[in-house]
Nanobody, 124 residues
Framework: VQLQASGGGLVQAGGSLRLSCRAS????????VAWFRQAPGKERAFVAA????????YYSDSVKGRSTISRDSAKNTVYLQMNSLTPEDTAVYYC??????????????????WGQGTQVTVSS
């Protein structure tokens, strides 16, 4: 599986962004696609995950209620729509995938495939 992330940028506080993660290769298994983010000086942290066959999203507390993870099966793409952005959302966002869903989907170490990061900067 190869992943290509896009959609980052500079946005004012209160604004929105939609990140995209396009997957190529086999995506017909019980694939898990997730977003993590890493702010300067901090560890990579879980943001959201998507269980492909079930079309179901899971969220960290930090984005729950203001973010939606979804897919476009025809484009093999997972989207992360983030609203009500704050400066605390500033980070490099990475998409990741693994071939099998896992209960510890929020664990950065279980993902086998990573896309390049996309920078999200939220100005106050």
């Amino acid at each position: 599986v190869q992943l290509q992330a896009s959609g980052g940028g500079l946005v004012q506080a209160g604004g929105s962004l939609r990140l995209s993660c396009r997957a190529s290769g086999r995506t017909d298994n019980d694939i898990a696609v997730a977003w993590f983010r890493q702010a300067p000086g901090k560890e990579r942290a879980f943001v959201a995950a998507f269980r492909w066959p079930l079309n179901r999203g899971y969220y960290s507390d930090s984005v729950k209620g203001r973010s939606t993870i979804s897919r476009d099966s025809a484009k093999n793409t997972v989207y992360l729509q983030m609203n009500s952005l704050t400066p605390e959302d500033t980070a490099v966002y990475y998409c990741a995938a693994r071939a099998r869903w896992a209960l510890n989907y929020n664990n950065v170490q279980i993902y086998d495939y990573w896309g390049q990061g996309t920078q999200v900067t939220v100005s106050s």
